[in-house]
Structures are given as C-alpha cells and as structure tokens.
C-alpha cells in the first residue's frame, strides 16, 4: 500500500472524503428507515440499535483491553433498573438515563478491582459471578419490584411523548450515533492507545509508563457506562422488565455479537449486533419463515419435537458462533475487509 | 443439625466435584476453561434416558452406554471443533466452547422440549440410611459414594498407568512430551473424552434429585467451575477440596444467614478468594516472565 507520512488520519474521526461520503449517504438511509418498514420491523431495529450501544462499550473491553467479562447482562440490569425507577420517580428520562449509566460505571469500576490480577477462566468466573448475583439480588428485593419485575413510566423528552415506535426509534439512532462516534474518539485518542497496549501485553505496557491499574478500571466502567444506558433503553423499548431478561444466556450473548462482528472494531460492533439480534429473533419464530419454516416443521414432526422448535435459534447462534471463530476469527469485520480489497484488486 | 448441614453439604459437594474435575482435567491439558462441560453432561444423561425409556434397556447397559457415548462427544469437542481452530488464543477457545455449549442446549432442547422428564435410578430416593446420627437418603449415598469411587479411578488412572503419565506429561510440557514420543494431540483428545465421561455421571446422578430438563446442568456447571477456581485450577486435589468446601459453605449459609441469597455466596465467596489468592486456594501462582 501506500507510504504512510503522518499518523493524522488515524485520529481523525473519518479517515477520508470517501469515507464520510459513504457515512453520510447510510445515516440518510438509517433516518429513511423506519418510514419503509411496518410497525415490528421497526421494534427490532430499535432492539437492533440497543445491542449495538451495548456491544459497543463491550468491545472497547474486550477487543480493545483484552479482559473477557461474562457479567455484563449484569451491568444491562443495574441500567435498565435505574433508568426506570429514576425516571419514575425523579427525574426526567434522559437524566436518569445518564445517571443509571453512571451508576453502572461505579460497578464496573468495582468490579474492575479484583480483575486486575485474574486473567483467563479466573476473570471469567469473577464476572459471571457478578452478573448472576446482580439479577438475584435484583429478583429478591421489593423496592426492584421483586420476581414480578417492572414497567417503565411514559417516555417524554424534553416535553415531548415518544409514544410509536417509529419516535423511539428516532432517539435510539441519535444515542447510539452520540455513543459510536464518542467510542470511535476514545479507541483513537491517548486513552485507546494505553488499552490496546495492555491488550497486547501488561507488562510492556506498563513498562512504557501506562498505568495499568487505571485503565483496566477505566476499560470496565466505560464498558459497564455502554451497557448501562443501553439497558436503560432496553427497558423502553420492551417495555417491561423483569430479572428473567437479565440472565447469564444475555451476558453470554453479547459476548457472541462481539466475537462474531469483530474484536476491537466498531463496525464489528455494528455488524455483530446486527446479525445475532436478528437470529435470535428469527430463529424463535422459524416456522413463519416460507420454505425453510415448513422444511423444519417437517424435520421436527419427523424427528424431534415439535415442541421444542423454537429452542433452535441456540442451535443457529452456537453454530453461527463457532463456525465465525473457526474460519474467520476477525469475525464479520474480517469478511467485509476481504470483499473490500477483493474488489480493489479486482482483476488480480 | 450442624452434622446434617455439613452431610448435605458434603452432597451437593460431591456433584461440584465432578464437574470441577472434569473442567480442570481439560483445562490442564490444554488451557480451554470448558463451558461447554455441563451441556455435555447433560446431553449424555439424555441419551441414557432415551435408552432407559424408548429402549427398555436395563440401567446399567444405558449407563455404561451414555458414558461411552460421552467419551466420544469430548473426542468429538476437541478434534472436530477445538482443534480445528485458527487462532487457538483464550478468548476463541473459550467463545468456542460457549458456542458448543448454546448448540448443545439448542438442540437438547429442540429435540426433547423443555418439559421436565424423570430419570429413575434403581436406587431409592426416598429411604434413608443413619450414619452417626444423622440421616441420608440411599441416593445421596450413592452420589457421594460413586464420587468417590470416580476419584479413586482418576487417581490411580493418573499415578499407575501409562497413559496417566502421558496425560501428566502433556499437561506439563507439550513441546517436551511430544519430542518423547508421545502423540499429544491424541492424549489431549483422551483427557476430553475423559472429563466428558466424568461430567456424565455427575449429570446422571444429578438428573433424579433435579428434573431432567434442558436447564439442568446450568447451574451445576456454574457452581463447579467457581469450585475448581476456589481450589486453584491447576490442582486436582485443591479442587476436590474446594468443591467440598463450598458445599458445605454453601449450605451452612443457607440455613444460618439466608436462603434466599444461598445460590450466590458461592460467587462472593469465589469473588473474596480471588481476590486475596488469585490463583485459588491451592493452586500453585504461575508468575510470568517478560
């Protein structure tokens, strides 16, 4: 490729015209969207954005610091509670938006401290731990509204009530727009720079002045701050919530969209979010889908339990998760990057 | 009361000890924390339902049958799957087995429902036996007593026999140990094999106290795990130990502080430890060298 002069463009936020050309023409399509789909396609768009907002801050985690968390449907949980009940009670909606991620942040920041000297199955073992315990803790106490969970009051901002789908899709595409941009600022900034060095190796790292200790933490509580609002918006979006949405299977998925999209890349984020949101959501309902809905019919009256089919949608994502890992550990991003120089080295 | 707690303890130990074993047999022998361990277990224990059912074959021919059949689904896991991975790092292989392990509920669950099934033992669940002075039922003897028994198997497997020095050997030097000849790839294809058998009969003994559902060996599975990271991974008797341990810790709390929080003081506990010990109670601190 081409000699590189300067480093300028790799801070910037977009790398050149082409690129922002092609950013501006998919917002235009992204604010076009929801007037060309009915009314649940646009229910799962919104769920789409939520978990690209979560995945976002995951994978500064996990592909930018290299620390696994299998606890972070823990940190969606302490989001959407706080974002529900301080909405509630409290405070106007985006407020308590914030805060709830903020008070998400001071978990992830707690629990940022005794994974500093675990990595591997100890470090996921202390978060898996982390989440379970938040969703019993948050199913055992009254004031959380207990096993029967909660709703979320009217969403308005500022003054306004976002009653259709359509209006809260509008807000979920603006925070996730503030957020993935705000993401992309920090990989590129100083701050991206310490994490991709303690990912590559601690030691170097803190050999060459970074402080290790400090940004581990920082990494947990700006990805618990992501899954944060996230839940919080999570919780409007469905609509209700209770402590069975948050269990260690969530924690386990979000993991899988990061993976699968790619690590330590914000389109990774994206595409991942993207495409698990949509297999789990198509793979319950796969008898409505036309030629392979039937096929399956056939297949489980014939040799499984008719019963038991929507349960296939974990047989789609744990294939989907190990073929991706198999073949192309870069995930998504990988592939994409592959067709992009196929076709600009096409004849060759 | 208190004996009664810490025998019960002791119980639900014996069940986090297999699965502990069997994770931190793979894990030894080749750095995957196996998630996938409790689904495996408890596919297997649906095959040996299947066959007890459909089949009316007698229980020890559908035992011994599912134990085979989970041998050869850990042979599977590491040479269809594990092996064949491109950039064997922790985080793929550990993503790798989380993906076995949702394939495997998904098609547990396709295939049998999630309706709750029984499992019978020929072993009753509801008679007991006094041992000084406090009561156990004949099933929860007979886990303890089948635990043990796995664990005598293991140890003199692992001290007496060839191919438990070459396991050893492996889990300490896989560069070393292949230039002496020994096929290491086919070694570690055994140890899954081996832990898949021990997680099976956790799951089967485990199946008629629980119900046998799609869920069942979720939680098992967690606790186990917490249980051989309690203990120090890398030590096959500091995570018996452990296992024991939070058990018994477990159901003391239980009873003495609360119910309700009981099935997350094994996390706390495990949070605490790691924190003081990182490398487990009884493991043995790895440190790195730059």
């Known amino acids: 490729m081409d000699k590189r002069t300067s480093y300028f463009e790799d801070i910037t936020l977009f790398k050149d015209r082409s690129v922002l050309i092609w950013s501006l023409l998919a917002l235009s399509l992204l604010i076009g969207l929801p007037f060309m789909l009915a009314g649940y396609q ?46 509630d009670r409290w405070l106007p909606f985006l407020p308590a938006l914030i805060i709830a991620g903020f008070i998400a942040a001071i978990f992830g920041f707690i629990l940022g401290i005794p994974s500093l000297k675990l990595e591997g199955p100890y470090l996921a073992v202390a978060t898996l731990g982390f989440g379970l315990a938040i969703t019993v803790i948050i199913g055992r106490v009254q004031f959380f509204g207990g096993h029967m969970g909660i709703m979320p009051p009217e969403l308005t901002v500022f003054g306004t009530k976002l009653s259709s789908n359509t209006d809260f899709y509008f807000l979920c595409l603006i ?55 996230g839940g919080g918006i999570w919780a409007y979006a469905l609509g209700f919530i209770s402590p069975g949405n948050f269990t260690p299977v969530l924690s386990i998925l979000l993991l899988s969209m990061v993976v699968v999209g790619g690590l330590g890349t914000i389109t990774g984020s994206v595409l991942g979010a993207t495409v698990i949101t949509l297999l789990n959501l198509q793979g319950e309902k796969i008898q409505e889908l036309p030629l392979i ?12 339990s008719i019963s038991g089919l929507p349960n296939i949608n974990f047989m789609f994502m744990g294939l989907t998760v190990m073929i991706i890992i198999l073949f192309e550990p870069l995930g998504l991003f990988g592939l994409w990057i592959r067709i992009k120089i196929y076709f600009k080295t096409w004849p060759f | 009361m208190l004996g009664q707690l810490i025998l019960s303890g002791i119980v639900a130990g014996s069940i986090y000890a297999l699965v502990a074993l069997a994770m931190s047999l793979t894990y030894k022998s080749s750095e995957v924390a196996n998630f996938a361990q409790g689904e495996m277990a408890m596919f297997s224990t649906y095959i040996a339902f299947v066959m007890l059912a459909s089949y009316q074959l007698p229980f020890w021919l559908a035992f011994i049958g599912s134990l085979v ?45 999630s309706e709750q099934r029984v499992l019978k033992l020929p072993i009753s669940q509801t008679e007991t036996v006094e041992i ?39 889990q300490q030097n896989e560069t070393a140990a292949k230039i002496n000849g020994i096929p290491t790839n086919r070694i570690v294809a055994i140890t899954f094999g081996i832990s898949s058998v021990i997680g ?31 203990g120090g991974f890398n030590s096959l008797v500091g995570v018996v130990a452990g296992a024991f341990l939070l058990g018994i810790l477990e159901n ?22 790691l924190y003081f010990k990182p490398s487990g109670l009884f493991g043995t601190h790895y440190v790195r060298k730059v």
């Not at chain 1, 996990?62 to 949980?77: D, E, K, R, W």
């Not at chain 2, 850990?74 to 991975?85: D, E």
């Not at chain 2, 922790?90 to 669950?109: D, P």
């Not at chain 2, 929860?140 to 020095?165: E, Y």
Request: glycine fraction near 10%.
């Open chain 1, 175 to 229: 925070i996730a727009l503030v957020m993935g941009i705000f993401a992309r600022l920090l990989i590129k900034s100083r701050i991206g720079r310490a994490f991709s060095a303690i990912r590559d190796s601690d030691i170097a790292a803190s050999a060459l002045g970074v402080h290790v200790t400090w940004y581990k933490t920082l990494s947990f509580a700006f990805s618990a701050f992501y899954a944060g609002v």
């Open chain 2, 132 to 170: 000084a002075g406090t009561t156990i039922s004949q099933l929860n003897l007979a886990t303890v007593i089948v635990a043990l028994i796995l664990m005598l198997l293991l140890f003199v497997l692992l001290k007496f026999t060839k191919l438990g020095l070459a396991i050893k050997a492996t």
């Open chain 1, 293 to 304: 809905g039937p096929f399956f019919e056939w297949i489980s009256a014939q040799f499984m």
């Open chain 2, 69 to 113: 059949f989970a041998f050869f689904l850990g042979l599977f896991l590491h040479f269809g799957i594990i092996r064949r991975a491109k950039e064997p790092n922790v985080l793929n292989l550990l993503i790798i087995t989380l993906g076995f392990q949702i394939f495997l509920y998904g098609l547990a669950g396709w295939k049998w429902g």
């Open chain 2, 252 to 273: 003391l709390f239980g009873f003495y502080v609360s119910t309700e929080f009981k099935s997350i003081v094994a996390f706390l506990i495990i949070v605490i430890v």
């Open chain 1, 42 to 87: 646009v229910f799962v768009v919104n769920l789409i954005l939520v978990n690209i907002i979560i995945v976002l801050g995951l994978n500064v985690l996990v592909g930018n610091t290299g620390q696994i968390s299998l606890g972070h449907g823990g940190f969606v949980a302490i989001g959407a509670y706080m974002t529900v009940i301080l909405d």
């Open chain 2, 200 to 230: 099976a009969v956790a799951g089967i003994m485990l199946a008629p106290i629980t119900t046998l559902d799609p869920n069942m060996m979720i939680e098992p599975m967690l606790k186990g795990f917490a249980a051989a990271v309690l």
